[in-house]
C-alpha cells in the first residue's frame, strides 16, 4: 500500500515551519511548498494526499489553485486555511468539494482531524477511480456490436427484444451474449449492471 502524503502550500516559511513541525510529530509524511505553482511542477502522489493550502497567496492563490486541479481532472483532497477568508469565499471552495476552511488562528488538533478526513476521502476516492478504470478496461475487450448488445441487455430486453431493436436473429444476439459473459467473466444481468455503472457507461439511449 502507498503511504499517504499531506502537502502545505503556504507563501509564508514560518507558517510552513510550524505545520511541518505538527504533520512530522503526528507521524505523517509531509512535504512543504512555498507556492501552488511550485506545487503543480510536482508528479501526482500516486497514493492517498491531503493539501493544506493558504487562500492568500501571491500569484496562484488558493481558489485558483483548487480550479486548476479540477481542470487537470485531479482531485486532491484540500484543507484551507487562511486569515482573510469570507462566507462567499468559503462556500465556493467547499462547493467545489474542500474538505475544510480554517480561519486563522486554528487549533492543532482541528487541523489534523481535518487532515484525517481528507485522506480517508482521498483514500476511498482513490479506490472508487481503481474500480472504474478496471470495469472500462473489461468494457474495451468488446467488439461495438458486443457493446451494444450489452447496453441493450442492461434495460432488460430479453435476447429476442435485443435482436429486433439491433436487426440480427435472436440465436446471433445468444452468440454475442455468450462472448460478452465470457470477457467480462459475469453470469447475470445484475451484474452486468453494476459493472456498467461502476464503469460510469450511461444507459442505452434507445
Request: charged residues 30%; aromatic residues 4%; proline residues 6%.
Amino acid at each position: 500500500m502507498i503511504e499517504p502524503v499531506v502537502f502545505v502550500i503556504d507563501d509564508d516559511a514560518s507558517v510552513r515551519k510550524g505545520l511541518k513541525r505538527l504533520l512530522t510529530l503526528a507521524h505523517y509524511e509531509n512535504e512543504v511548498f512555498g507556492s501552488a505553482s511550485d506545487f503543480l511542477t510536482r508528479p501526482r502522489h500516486p497514493g492517498p494526499s491531503c493539501v493544506i493550502v493558504d487562500v492568500k497567496m501571491p500569484g496562484l492563490n488558493g481558489i485558483a489553485f483548487q480550479e486548476a486541479l479540477l481542470k487537470r481532472r485531479r482531485h486532491e483532497q484540500l484543507v484551507f486555511i487562511t486569515g482573510h477568508g469570507n462566507i462567499p469565499m468559503c462556500a465556493r471552495a467547499m462547493k467545489a468539494g474542500a474538505v475544510d476552511f480554517l480561519p486563522k488562528p486554528f487549533r492543532s488538533a482541528e487541523l489534523l482531524k481535518c487532515v484525517e478526513r481528507a485522506l480517508t476521502r482521498s483514500a476511498r476516492q482513490r479506490e472508487r477511480a481503481e474500480r472504474e478504470q478496471e470495469a472500462r478496461r473489461l468494457l474495451d475487450l468488446l467488439t461495438p456490436r458486443e457493446f451494444e448488445v450489452l447496453q441493450l441487455l442492461t434495460t432488460g430486453l430479453l435476447n429476442k427484444q435485443v435482436g429486433a431493436e439491433l436487426g440480427i436473429a435472436e440465436k446471433t444476439v445468444k452468440v454475442h451474449r455468450g462472448r460478452v459473459t465470457q470477457k467480462l467473466r459475469l453470469n447475470s444481468v445484475a451484474e452486468m449492471v453494476e459493472l456498467m455503472h461502476t464503469a460510469g457507461v450511461p444507459p442505452s439511449p434507445r
